[in-house]
């Protein structure tokens, strides 16, 4: 069935309440780097990522970002971590043990779909689960990491109804011993489970509405009477009967790949934008608010949506290269409230919700400085917002504020893509409101005007505005601030961080072989200097 690239954590036994991951597929070569993607993450509020490998970049990125990781042992590795038990304690040494705790890891996946996999490897999952097992508890982390291995649904030999679900008999050689393992180590069974295929493949047999969450009738279990809304509670309840069957009452299920293609085929037709955008925001509102299954009803689960990214190296139909919320340039395929509050809107072209009044968008006062600050990066980075007018001497550099600073860039991101709910969000760090905020020269441009961020900005250094480039500007700034340390060191009152900040702006400089100036030529140039160092620059720092 599918593979999803690993990058999503559940969270453990101290958690309450039903959580959404995101899967963070990479099997494709036009991605952001793993830097972008963090930001992007934490933009989009998003708390739990599984990814597919341990791959060390990846880990870097999301060091003290408070992401938890679901990282991944391939099914080509299982051998060597199913022979021998010292594989598995160097892979822990030198993979993981260097990045843990500053990079939450919370659940090891031993295998994917081994079921589905052509080799026959199914028979060193549960080996290669318990050396791992084994390297966690030398290293004092078996209870703060769980391990176990993820599942296609053909797993089951039965599915329909749910309370016939039952276990293929032709894997019970590894099932036991799993299921065993997973008892013992309260560790979850972990499923991808995915609606779509059951509709692509058999529509005269399953409604698209009952697949999407939208259905209005009831589909009833004979043997139970149950009844069933939507196919996604229908397959949980079938694992949960098939657990139940063999006697494993305690085992929680685990939701680790389901989603929705927006395109495929022509023979694909269900693959659009509109019912990915359903499917999924369905299915968050449906996990977040605790709803269970019909045979479990309150049960918490845990659920990660396949996937981050449109991945175009993934082989097979146009759908398998289309699941992602993401393009490769991080803007949106469709957009979607992972709080479950509300229903995503649609950025397209031909659906794009904004209000006909005038609004703008601005920082929350409420919003944490360091989620302002990734959110303001965010922006000025990868939104491709032009930020000079809050650079030192622009128009909109006073108030000296994060939030100021912000609400600049949120709104000019907000204006330049559509005027949309989606395009205020910030992971839940911007307001929309109906009252212009400009203020002095300071103007904050509207959806469709004519104006450019430069035409808000004056030139510190160029004849004109509209020929400052961030480049310029950063030379600016590391120039001041390596005159402002010469001159403080002077009268002896910088401290370390005033010099690494500095070094910093330094290297901004020493990168540019078009600039070379040495210290006494700093001095004599004609730049203010202040009591305090030039404001951090979070434009010049964040490439």
Known sequence: MRSCSPIFLSVLSFKMGSTIGVCYGRNADDLPTPDKVAQLVQLHNIKYVRIYDSNIQVLKAFSNTGVELMIGIANSDLLPFSQFQSNADTWLKNSILPYYSA??????????????????????????????????????????????????????????????????????????????????????????IYPYYAYRDSPSNVSLDYALFESSSEVIDPNTGLLYTNMF?????????????????????????????????????????????????NLIRHVINNTGTPAKPGQELDVYVFSLFNENRKPG??????????????????????????????????????????????????????????????????????????????PCYEPDTLVSH????????????????IACSFGGNGVKVDKNPSYDNCLYITEGSNKTVSS????????????????????????????????????????????????????????????????????????????????????????
């Open 406 to 421: 912000a609400s600049f860039a949120f709104n000019s991101y907000y204006q330049q893509n559509g005027a949309t709910d």
């Open 456 to 543: 808000n900005t004056t030139a510190i250094t160029s004849p004109s505005a509209s020929s400052y480039t961030k480049n310029e500007h950063c030379k600016d700034f590391a120039m001041e601030m390596r005159m402002w340390l010469l001159v403080m060191q002077g009268q002896g009152h910088s401290d370390e961080r005033d010099q690494q900040r500095a070094l910093r702006g330094q290297s901004l400089i020493l990168i540019e072989k078009s600039l070379e100036l040495n210290a006494q030529a700093l001095l004599e140039l004609d730049i203010s200097v202040k009591e305090k160092p030039p404001p951090y620059n979070s434009m010049c720092y964040s490439d």
């Open 317 to 394: 139909l146009e759908s398998e290269r289309n699941w992602g919320l993401f393009y490769p340039d991080q803007t949106s395929v469709y957009s979607l409230d992972f709080t479950g509050k509300g229903a995503g809107v649609l950025t397209t072209e031909s659906n794009v919700t904004s209000s006909n009044a005038t609004t703008w968008c601005i920082a929350s006062t409420k919003a944490s400085e360091k989620d302002l600050q990734n959110a303001l990066d965010w922006a000025c980075g990868s939104g491709n917002v032009d930020c000079t007018a809050i650079q030192p001497s622009q």
């Open 233 to 281: 509670d229908a397959q949980i309840d079938a694992l949960y009967f098939a657990l139940m069957a063999l006697n494993f009452r305690t085992i929680k299920i685990m939701v680790t790949e389901t989603g929705w293609p927006s395109k495929g085929s022509p023979k694909e037709s269900a693959a659009t934008p509109d019912n990915a955008q359903t499917y999924n925001t």
């Open 103 to 192: 990079t939450k890891i919370t659940y090891i996946t031993v295998g994917a779909e081994v079921t589905e996999s052509p080799s026959n490897v199914s028979a060193l999952v549960v080996p290669a689960m318990n050396n791992v097992l084994t390297a966690l508890r030398k290293v004092g982390l078996h209870k703060k990491i769980k391990v176990s291995s993820t599942h296609s649904l053909g797993v089951l030999s039965r599915s329909f109804p749910p309370s016939a679900g039952a276990f293929n008999s032709s894997h019970a050689f590894f099932l036991k011993p799993m299921l065993e393992f997973l008892a013992e180590n309260q560790s979850p069974f972990m499923i991808d």
